[in-house]
């Protein structure tokens, strides 16, 4: 078995460099795979609600989910912009909340605690980012994750007609600057307006 080892306090942890790690089942594997791709359509519902807010097309809707940080703060920015629409408001922190969670698990390894001689008494997961331990779900728990991503991608398509309704009626005032395009060609459009 193939392991990388590293001190981290006073234990002894291993990161395992199979491909797969037999001590986590595939009911839980799968549930996992189930929180990416919910996630991943959330995102997406998320940015059309606010292209459909604000009357972006479709090269600024996809320019918020091509990029790391982008959709949450045009999200934030239209919160702050159109503070009248609590269910906006609502969905933000529901969607913050699950796609933190989201992030944390995703973004860990699975370490094996050794003992000293080598044989492993626990396994845990670790962010490297926080540099702090993430409980490992239950399948069950991660089963519930996904749903409640679901549940915020639900929320999120609902709203998107309600989203094109207030900028019949509102406009873009108080719009932000739509998110930069990138086309294969590697060129950029400022605002993500096309260009003739």
């Known amino acids: 078995m193939s392991h990388v080892a590293c001190d981290v306090g006073s234990t002894r942890h291993q990161l395992s460099l199979r491909g797969r790690d037999t001590d986590i089942s595939h009911d839980l594997y799968a549930a996992i795979g189930e929180i990416v791709v919910e996630a991943t359509k959330l995102e997406y519902a998320v940015a059309q609600l606010i292209a459909a807010r604000w009357g972006w097309n479709d090269h600024q809707e996809l320019a918020m989910v091509a990029k790391s940080g982008v959709l949450r703060r045009q ?38 605690i050794v003992d000293d001689d080598g044989e492993t008494h626990a396994i845990q997961m670790w962010n490297a980012n926080s540099g702090a331990k993430v409980p490992l779900p239950s399948v069950a728990a991660a089963q519930e994750h996904a749903f409640d991503i679901g549940r915020c991608f639900a929320a999120a398509v609902r709203l998107i007609p309600d989203a094109s309704k207030r900028f019949d009626e509102l406009g873009a005032a108080n719009a932000p600057k739509p998110p930069k395009t990138e086309h294969a060609d590697g060129h950029t459009e400022p605002n993500g307006l096309e260009t003739a």
């Open 75 to 112: 999200f934030c920015q239209l919160v702050e912009a159109d503070p009248d629409w609590r269910d906006a408001q609502k969905l933000q922190r529901d969607t913050f909340a699950v796609l933190d969670d989201r992030h944390k698990l995703v973004h860990s390894v699975v370490v094996h």
